[in-house]
């Protein structure tokens, strides 16, 4: 079967860094994403890897390595409004998306 | 604002009654989706449509229909609702244009209570 786990809750510190871990088994792979969703929100495109390497975005990086069906999500500089659930799918080899549960984050002051 | 209408946001329904979600998108995005989004579980696709006049199921059909007789709307009808469909439903859209991320675009959600 297909599946994608990620840590069910973390917590971390008002300007520190946190990374959040995802590991897929997937029918082929045509990319990852990560999304982010604050609570009773829609969620929102944050990244998408579908070579290995870390691809960085501002205060946001993702991870990737195909080989060990693995990508993490970096969140640095941790601001009060990071606070929210990030969500990573990966693309099969049918272009569907299969999600993981998400991450809950909690900042902390 | 360009991007995708849900409605309602929020609805309490007596098991056994039809309810249609609508889902509208003013994108001009091919492709068009339902999810249903439950505590502890990722999100699952219902039915989508990779075009207008298209439609196809996903992971958790049943129960379920959808049509597609425009690029923009794409209503989602519980025939006749049962408690397990108590939920948040997301619509979403992708372009699906080959060279592009074919990142979703979603919907606000509507949370539906069945009693």
């Known amino acids: 079967g297909q599946n994608i786990d990620q840590p069910t809750e973390m917590t971390a510190t008002e300007g520190a860094i946190v990374q959040i871990n995802c590991t897929y088994q997937?029918?082929?792979?045509?990319?990852l994403f990560w999304y982010q969703q604050h609570a009773g929100e829609a969620p929102t495109f944050l990244s998408y890897?579908?070579l290995d390497g870390l691809e960085e975005k501002g205060r946001f990086s993702s991870f990737l390595s195909r080989s060990k069906g693995y990508s993490y999500l970096l969140l640095k500089e941790l601001q009060m409004k990071d606070s929210a659930s990030y969500l990573c799918?990966?693309?099969?080899?049918?272009?569907?998306?299969?999600w993981g549960a998400g991450t809950k984050l909690i900042i902390k002051p | 604002i360009a991007g995708i209408t849900q409605a309602p946001t929020s609805q309490i329904l007596a098991a056994g009654r039809r309810m249609t979600l609508r889902c509208t998108q003013d994108m001009r995005h091919n492709a068009m989706y339902w999810y249903r989004q439950d505590l502890g579980l990722g999100l699952r696709l219902i039915h989508y449509s990779n075009t207008a006049g298209t439609t196809g199921k996903g992971e958790v059909p049943d129960g379920y229909s959808v049509s597609r007789a425009n690029t923009d709307d794409f209503p989602l009808t519980l025939a006749s609702a049962v408690p397990s469909q108590t939920s948040v439903y997301f619509c979403?859209?992708?372009?699906?244009?080959?060279?592009?991320?074919?990142?979703?675009?979603f919907g606000e959600g509507s949370r539906l209570t069945v009693l």
């Open positions: 799918a990966v693309m099969d080899s049918n272009y569907q998306l299969i």
């Open positions: 997937t029918s082929g792979f045509n990319g």
């Open positions: 890897n579908v």
């Open positions: 979403a859209s992708s372009d699906g244009l080959a060279g592009t991320t074919g990142e979703l675009f």
